[in-house]
Nanobody
Framework: QVQLVESGGGLVQAGGSLRLSCAAS????????MGWFRQAPGKEREFVAT????????YYADSVKGRFTISRDNSKNTVYLQMSSLKPEDTGVYYC??????????????????WGQGTQVTVSS
């Protein structure tokens, strides 16, 4: 069983930056694909970014491409989401997720087996 704990959320002005962290325990981190999703009030959970087991492959939603960077440190069992040039529409609860299925795309919530509790990100205009 993998446990995920997010941190780093908060309130920031538009144009600012935040770095989210997600610490994993209870599993073999280097064998997990990791992803970040977000959910705004009244909306469905949406894909933000994903990173492969070794970190060599990343993919981003079009809405965050060029502004967000996902990375991982397998020695620390942690995945990060560096968010820059934040916009009010980036507001939401950000969730870290993990899955171990070989060959998955990591683009949809249903592919993930484990989820964190979420961290709130609020971007003011």
């Amino acid at each position: 069983q993998v446990q995920l704990v997010e941190s780093g959320g908060g309130l920031v002005q538009a144009g600012g930056s935040l770095r989210l962290s997600c610490a994993a325990s209870g599993g073999t981190f280097r064998r997990l694909r990791m992803g970040w999703f977000r959910q705004a009030p009244g909306k469905e959970r949406e894909f933000v970014a994903t990173i492969s087991w070794g970190g060599g492959s990343t993919y981003y939603a079009d809405s965050v491409k060029g502004r967000f960077t996902i990375s991982r440190d397998n020695s620390k069992n942690t995945v990060y989401l560096q968010m820059s040039s934040l916009k009010p529409e980036d507001t939401g609860v950000y969730y870290c997720a993990a899955e171990s299925t070989y060959g998955s795309t990591g683009l949809t919530p249903g592919e993930y087996d484990y989820w964190g509790q979420g961290t709130q990100v609020t971007v003011s205009s």
